[in-house]
């Protein structure tokens, strides 16, 4: 284990000093730290993910032919593979979050005694290379730590894997396809390893060539009225294609807020109320809580000054 940081020292002696046992690792930084000023936190997260992946060998992965194969699957169904109240386990939050276009979250939270895990899967409907900037980002963005804890996981777990060191592991994190998974585990006594097993078997049942034919797809986007003027209302509205689907969309308006103050918000539209004139683009996002697929469409506003 790295020895603290003591203060007495600069951060490129620190770094040098806690990554001289790995020939890849300590050529980076000392190419870039060594002998130097102060470095810019930008460029110190850049170092901290080239170090990361020099180590565990990341730029070997290999390459994917096909990026529209990937899982399609209701994500609800590895509840079976999850703890639960029956064996002891205190269910917490279940909680899908849309975040950067064509990425969803979903995550679930357990407690048992002091114990704690966690489960997140992270599906891209834009294919593996989301999924694998994922990884990147929970190795080296997750932890204060200067260097990334992460070491190469087991080579069963989808096409790329990593680990904390100690054993019985404790946190995994493995891309398979468009999705990334992480397993955190924090004295509960579970085998991390048990159930990552579980998750990628259930993942690769699941596996289909064509990704993009299973987007959740709007029939149309429409505007209330436009132009419309500054100061006046203008409502964005998404029109379903499939019939029901609405139980299992989440749909979500964003425009600029110097363009179009948020006003309301329904199921399927949005209300804005203009603030300068131009051409304004509204994204709408449509999220498959079920598949946690999700793609995006703009709306155009045009927005005349007021009369």
């Known amino acids: 284990m790295a020895a603290a940081q003591m203060g007495t020292e600069t951060n490129a002696e620190y770094m040098m000093s806690i990554t001289d046992t790995d020939p890849a690792v300590y050529r980076l930084f000392k190419e870039r730290l060594l002998g130097a000023t102060p470095v810019k936190a930008m460029d110190f997260d850049e170092l901290k993910r080239k170090a990361f992946k020099a180590r565990v060998g990341f730029d070997r992965i290999p390459t994917v032919e ?14 079976e593979l999850l703890p639960s109240s029956e064996t002891g386990w205190e269910p917490g939050a279940d909680s899908i979050m849309p975040l950067n276009p064509g990425m969803v979250l979903r995550k679930w939270s357990f407690r048992r005694g002091s114990g704690a895990l966690t489960v997140k899967v992270f599906v891209f409907s834009t294919g593996p290379v989301g999924a694998r900037g994922q990884l990147v980002a929970e190795a080296t963005t997750m932890s204060s730590l200067p260097v990334s804890p992460y070491v190469r996981g087991p080579a069963y777990l989808g096409q790329f ?15 398979f396809h468009n999705v990334c998974v992480t397993i955190g585990e924090d004295d509960t006594g579970l085998s991390v390893e048990s159930l990552a097993r579980s998750i990628q078997g259930f993942m690769e049942r699941h596996v289909t060539q064509r990704v993009s034919l299973h987007l959740p797809v709007l029939d149309k986007v429409t505007v209330s009225s436009c132009p419309v003027q500054v100061g006046q209302e203008v409502q964005v509205e998404a029109h379903l294609k499939a019939e029901g689907a609405q139980a299992w969309w989440r749909i979500d308006f964003t425009a600029p807020a110097d363009a179009l103050e948020f006003v309301r918000q329904g199921p399927t539209s949005s209300g804005f109320r203009a603030r300068r004139a131009g051409m304004v683009s509204v994204d709408v996002d449509v999220t498959d809580g079920s598949t946690l697929l999700r793609s995006r469409i703009q709306a155009q506003v045009a927005i005349q000054p007021a009369r």
């Open 66 to 79: 096909d990026a529209d194969v990937g899982v399609v699957a209701d994500w609800g169904g590895i509840q």
């Open 161 to 175: 894997s990593i680990k904390t060191p100690e054993e019985p592991m404790t946190r995994l994190v493995w891309v």
